[in-house]
């Protein structure tokens, strides 16, 4: 018989933290926390293989399923002294979701299951506290009603407000227990009225309406978007966990709570958490009441005048601090913690390791490395690449005048401005036309999940710093600033007022998730840094990966920066790019449009100098580190004026008739300008404008050299090429070019040159190639374009629709295409490699900046990656870890 339900409580458990995967990252902790001796409520976990038998089979549950639930009850009911369903002595229980990834408020808890009418008074006698009892029971209705019965959570919430009014109540906790009697019954009518049937009242008839709603929860809207958004394959299930009840709303003795071990906003080591007193659940993290700091020294720091646990239960605190610390060493990573005390005494519902902001998720590597808990290796691996880019965001210039319209709290960190949105939907629209929104809402939900991810920040008037939208915020690495109550949103006049201002939809705020202040107007902002923790952790992945960085740098500003963040090199230097500048494009359109030989010498010889002096300033930025150049690259319309004022400049310079000079413009088009006349093939046809660049590259090493005192070996690039002869022809000429350089200099420049293999036939005729071609550097973005036969420039329309759909997992122009593409880059380095052992092998497309991508291209042994200069950082730790990864096979 399958085993479908693992058991835990009073100090064992049947699962353990390994077995995430079948009974989901709860569960599984649950049972560890268990087997540890800590003061965990038993309960029991249906695991995740019955979620997929859930779905395999048409919605059904294997056969011996509820007799297993039913032991596993009794068993529960043992250990706690209860019977489920008994109505002088019922056990309650909730029941809680749990995937093998966390899914913060995804999938649905229902607590307090069991209660009835029966069982109300039951609770109320043994616990001798009628409003508890009553105060649960009509919990338990909204709940299940809401995530089991689809009634809605508003309708109760609105019943609930109008007899508060009615009876001038501020609080729920002002409800005696005679009037929680009428709310309930008033309840219980509208659940009726609604579904055309009283509310469930069996208790088992409730238990697996809970199973039920979570494991039809797992494919839900919601559920869905986030695991399309982190990429959780949906076939991993979720595993329901049903658990005794603790009752943290048992008076002013009980509170609830959540805590991290750690800062999760600057990764502190300091115990960091809030809760509240005589309440339940989700009240924490809903943010309709304000919770209260944990420790006395969060509690100074906030200001706040609400005591902390620390002040109000010093005994479960001590015991709940030894906890932390025990579960901290145990797990060696930072907790992310839920409990609920019950009449003074702690009870445990939660732990996993804690989400944080990149900037904390730093710190903690490296406090914890310090601090001997985890190897330096591993403290490399606890850093997500990715997220890094957090830290690679702006701050606001601490010159800057802040216009500060009001503050909330500094959730996640970072600043941004933007046109203020108060809708989901319109900042995706605004976002899809390149337009900057923050989004500003009253708290969000998952709902919102699509808007903040197109928003640059998020800005909340409800909720603390473990609501929605600060959780998802550090998640996703946006600024956040929450919680904001002297902000009061208009979502009917799409206005938001603070202070006496007010901004309507469309104004552009700042907001800074650093100090949680918004600000009227655009900001100026300053470039991020690497230091401190940031570089520790980078001369650790220095330390040990393989492959080196390069960056993609054109201007001597990118190469600054990239230098800054640590580049070992310039990977790709498009030299075009050098070209769009005001007064050069004049020189390049006449060598252009020139119909001559002669005219473009002459066009091209005032660009020498140009040229000449762009590699100088970049050979000298670099100071001896290698330098990648590519020759000119785009199909030439692109430099063609559009207007005819354009036109008419131009021809006037070159002394031509402006008709002419329009008809040859005309006469550039091409229908396929990107499989066009570009490439290597201008080079072929115009052989003075490679030369040109040749001699300034030359011209500029010797320079560069003389200045600097390092000697410059420039790798001159040939783009595009398929056959050997075009690499060969275009070769020669920069041959000859090295050649007269160092006749007229006097100085012999070393120098190498190589090919961008950007096609498919240039990956398959490698070792033909490598015989004259010295580097190979995989431009995986044509490749990508050739190999899927998809124009990159108008892949954005359709790709979208393939990943909705399911049938890629990854935009392959944003992650290397492992299979087909990978392959072609892993044919062109062993037939390269066969041909020319030593020969030098790089990636310089979007790629080189991509994780994943990255560790692919340790796979086939690259010698370095080149990506944007504020990538450089990602790419060293991604660089590090697949390193690591590659080590442990
Ligand atoms: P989520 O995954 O959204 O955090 P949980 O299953 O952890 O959902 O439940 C949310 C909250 O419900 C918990 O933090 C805890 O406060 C409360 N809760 C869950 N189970 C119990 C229980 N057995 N007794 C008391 N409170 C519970
Ligand atoms: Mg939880
Ligand atoms: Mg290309």
């Avoid at 064992?12 to 933290?17: D, I, P």
């Avoid at 309650?92 to 979701?97: A, T």
Wanted: proline share 5%; hydrophobic share 40%.
């Amino acid at each position: 018989m399958a085993k479908w339900v693992y058991g835990f409580g009073d100090g064992r458990a049947e699962g353990a933290a390994e077995m995430r995967d079948l009974l989901g990252g709860k569960g599984a902790n649950l049972a560890e926390m268990s087997n540890l001796g800590l003061p965990v409520p038993p309960g029991f976990t249906i695991t995740t293989e019955v979620c997929t038998w859930y779905y395999d089979n048409g919605r059904q549950y294997p056969a011996d399923l509820d007799t297993q639930v039913d032991a596993a009850l009794t068993a529960i009911g043992d250990m706690t002294g209860r019977v489920f369903g008994d109505k002088d002595n019922p056990l309650l229980v909730s029941v809680r979701s749990g995937a093998r990834a966390s899914m913060p408020g995804m999938m649905d808890t229902v607590l307090n299951l069991g209660l009835n009418d029966q069982t109300v008074l039951a609770l109320e006698a043994a616990s001798g506290d009628a409003r508890f009892a009553y105060d649960s029971y009509r919990r338990f209705i909204q709940m299940y009603s809401d995530v089991v019965l689809g009634v809605e959570h508003h309708a109760f919430e609105e019943i609930l407000d109008i007899f508060k009014e009615g009876k001038g109540h501020a609080l729920d906790t002002d409800l005696s227990p005679d009037e929680w009697k009428q709310v309930i019954e008033r309840y219980k009518a509208l659940v009726e009225e609604e579904l055309d049937q009283p509310f469930p009242q069996d208790p088992r008839e409730q238990l697996w309406g809970a199973i039920g709603a979570v494991f039809g929860s797992w494919m839900n809207p919601r559920a869905n978007t986030y695991r399309a958004l982190y990429n959780i394959p949906a076939n991993w299930g979720t595993a329901v966990n049903v658990q005794a009840m603790v009752f943290g709303n048992m008076g002013d003795t009980s509170a609830t709570g959540v805590a991290f071990t750690r800062n999760p906003s600057t990764g502190e080591n300091a115990l960091y958490g809030e809760f509240l007193v005589n309440a339940q659940g989700e009240d924490v993290v809903a943010g309709t009441r304000t919770p209260q700091n944990i420790t006395e020294a969060a509690r100074i720091e906030a200001k706040s005048d609400k005591p902390s646990l620390e002040k109000v239960m010093p005994e479960a605190f001590g015991q709940f601090l030894e906890i932390c610390n025990k579960l901290e060493q145990h797990y060696c990573d930072m907790q992310d913690l839920e409990f609920t005390i019950e009449r003074g005494r702690l009870w445990m519902l939660q732990t996993r390791s804690g989400k944080r902001t990149a900037k904390a998720a730093m710190k903690i590597a490296v406090d914890m490395a310090d601090e001997g808990l985890i190897s330096h290796e591993e403290a490399i691996l606890r850093v997500d690449p990715a997220a890094l880019d957090q830290l690679l965001h702006p701050t606001i210039d601490p010159a800057a005048r802040r216009d500060i319209v009001a503050t909330g709290l500094p959730a996640s960190p970072g600043a941004a401005s933007g046109q203020l949105v108060f809708t989901s939907d319109e900042a995706v629209e605004l976002a899809g036309t390149e337009q900057k929104v923050i989004l500003a809402r009253v708290e969000t939900s998952p709902e919102d999940i699509h808007g903040m991810h197109a928003s640059q920040g998020i800005l909340t008037t409800r909720g603390g710093m473990t609501s929605h939208a600060a959780v998802v915020a550090r998640g996703m690495g946006k600024p956040c600033v929450s919680g904001a109550g002297s902000i009061v949103i208009d979502y009917r006049k799409e206005t938001l007022t603070a202070g006496g201002r007010t901004f309507n939809k469309g104004d552009i705020v700042t907001i800074d998730g650093g100090t949680g202040e918004l600000l009227a107007g655009a900001v100026p902002m300053l470039q991020p840094q690497l230091s401190g923790d940031f570089a520790e952790l980078m001369e650790w992945a220095d330390d040990v990966r393989r492959m080196k960085i390069r960056t993609n740098a054109d201007t001597p500003t990118d190469a600054r920066h990239a230098r800054d963040f640590g580049a070992e090199g310039i990977g790709l230097c498009r030299t075009e790019h050098m070209f769009f500048d005001d007064e050069r494009i004049i020189a390049v359109r006449e060598m252009i449009l020139a119909e001559t030989e002669t005219g473009r010498r002459t066009a091209l010889a005032k660009l020498l100098p140009m040229q000449r002096q762009d590699f100088t300033e970049l050979f000298e930025i670099m100071h001896g580190l290698p330098v990648t150049i590519r020759l000119l690259d785009p199909p030439l319309h692109e430099f063609l004026p559009k207007t005819e004022k354009g036109i008419a400049e131009v021809a006037s310079v070159m002394g031509v008739d402006p008709e002419r000079l329009r008809a040859r413009t005309h006469a550039l088009v091409e229908l396929n300008p990107m499989l066009g006349h570009r490439g290597c093939r201008l080079a072929i046809t115009y052989p003075e404008v490679a030369e040109m660049q040749a001699r300034a590259i030359f011209e500029a090493a010797v320079a560069a050299a003389k200045t600097t005192g390092e000697p410059v070996v420039p790798e001159i690039m040939v783009p595009l090429v398929s056959l050997k002869p075009e690499f060969d022809f275009v070769k020669a000429r920069i041959d000859a070019m090295a050649e007269a350089v160092a006749q007229e200099t006097g100085v012999t420049v070393a120098y190498q040159v190589g090919t961008m293999i950007e096609l498919p036939r240039a990956c398959l005729r490698a070792a033909e190639i490598a015989e004259t071609a010295e580097f190979f550097s995989f431009g995986t973005n044509d490749l990508t374009q050739t190999a899927f036969g998809i124009s990159r420039d108008d892949a954005a329309s359709f790709i979208g629709d393939y990943m909705k759909k399911g049938l890629i997992d990854q935009d392959p122009f944003i992650s290397l295409d492992p299979e087909g593409v990978g392959e072609l880059v892993q044919i062109g380095c062993e037939r390269g490699r066969a041909q020319r052992p030593d020969i030098k092998l790089g990636i310089c497309g979007e790629h080189g900046g991509d994780p994943a991508s990255i560790d692919f291209c340790e796979s086939v042994k690259l010698d370095y990656v080149s990506c944007s200069p504020f990538r450089v950082p990602i790419a060293r730790l991604a660089a590090a870890q697949a390193t690591l990864k590659a080590r442990k096979g």
